[in-house]
């Protein structure tokens, strides 16, 4: 199967990047390439580095920018490990870093990947097909509490807790093995009159996904090395599709913007942190109508900017 993905927001993002000719710019979530398109297509001097912990992304990727030799350099990682992988190739300041944090439709269409609810599959939904951990040893070798809890926390199912109760006794009659199975498993755990309110498997996929590449730990502990990788003007554009994902940007975003840890009566500031930078969206950026109607997918959409602090006589 061909890497296909849409590129969300794709002129709002490059947009608020606002590319130089000469500038060095990180891709840390490249998928098929087509945000890291519009960056390469306005450089001249500067340098790309796309970096994906898919190897079919980086394999459609290189495709697909192949036509911009030396420009370009592409780097199979987690990008939680960007800033690491870049000093030592001597880089150690970019100016824009983009992450778009969606599933790309590559991995979710493609059946055997295990990501979708909606294709019959061996339960893996990896990223990064070199980790041990697959969807599978989640759902048959947790504990029902640590179930629940990731169900609660990551899939948001006012149903969780019922859920992981199912799962445990189903596994222990057999192994639960392929999403189709896991499906009726759900299915069994949720009052029939709620399956009418959109796939029943919906929260509980998201959620396994989500333990098994440890996406919120990635973003958590990415965030301020991104920041801090920026050089002076620098921006940093994340787009998130899920409430979770969104919370800790616009959280992380804020604290950066005013980490002061004074309390409110005093005169002045005695912390002695200081200002990074200055959050660009008060408001998260969304899809326009046209896109919407074009990728329903879109719809979750938001787009977060920060702007590192230009530079200071």
Do not use: W
Request: aromatic share 8%.
């Amino acid at each position: 199967m061909d890497f296909k993905h849409y590129s969300v927001m794709l002129h709002e993002t490059v947009t608020e990047l606002k590319v130089r000719q000469d500038g060095i710019y990180v891709d840390g979530t490249l998928g098929g390439g087509g945000h890291a398109y519009e960056v390469c297509r306005r450089l001249t001097t500067g340098h790309f580095y796309g970096i994906d912990q898919d190897d079919a992304a980086i394999a459609a990727a290189g495709e697909r920018l192949g036509c911009f030799k030396d420009r370009v350099t592409l780097l199979r990682e987690n990008y939680c490990n960007v800033s690491a992988a870049l000093a030592g190739l001597g880089v150690t300041g970019v100016d824009g870093i983009l992450l778009d944090l969606g599933v790309s439709s590559y991995q979710l269409d493609t059946g055997e990947r295990g990501f979708s609810y909606r294709y019959d599959a061996p339960l893996d939904m990896r990223m990064d097909r070199r980790q041990t951990l697959t969807a599978r040893e989640i759902v048959n070798d947790y504990p029902e509490r640590e179930l629940f809890r990731i169900i609660r926390d990551y899939g948001e199912d006012a149903f969780a807790k019922n859920i992981a109760k199912h799962i445990v006794r189903a596994r222990s009659e057999r192994p639960i093995e392929t999403t189709f199975e896991l499906n009726e498993v759900i299915k069994a755990a949720i009052p029939a009159k709620m399956r009418r309110m959109g796939h029943p498997s919906k929260q509980t996929f998201q959620a396994i996904r989500i333990a098994c590449n440890r996406e919120l730990d990635v973003l958590c502990t990415s965030l301020e090395k991104f920041i801090d990788m920026l050089n002076p003007g620098g921006r940093l554009c994340i787009i998130t599709f899920h409430s979770l994902e969104d919370r800790i940007v616009k959280t992380e975003f804020r604290r950066h913007e005013n980490p002061c840890t004074c309390p409110p009566e005093f005169p002045v500031c005695v912390c002695g942190k200081k200002s990074k930078g200055q959050v660009i969206t008060r408001k998260p950026i969304l899809p326009r109508q046209e896109e919407l109607s074009e990728n329903s997918r879109s719809k979750s959409a938001k787009l977060r900017v920060f702007e590192k602090h230009a530079a200071t006589d």
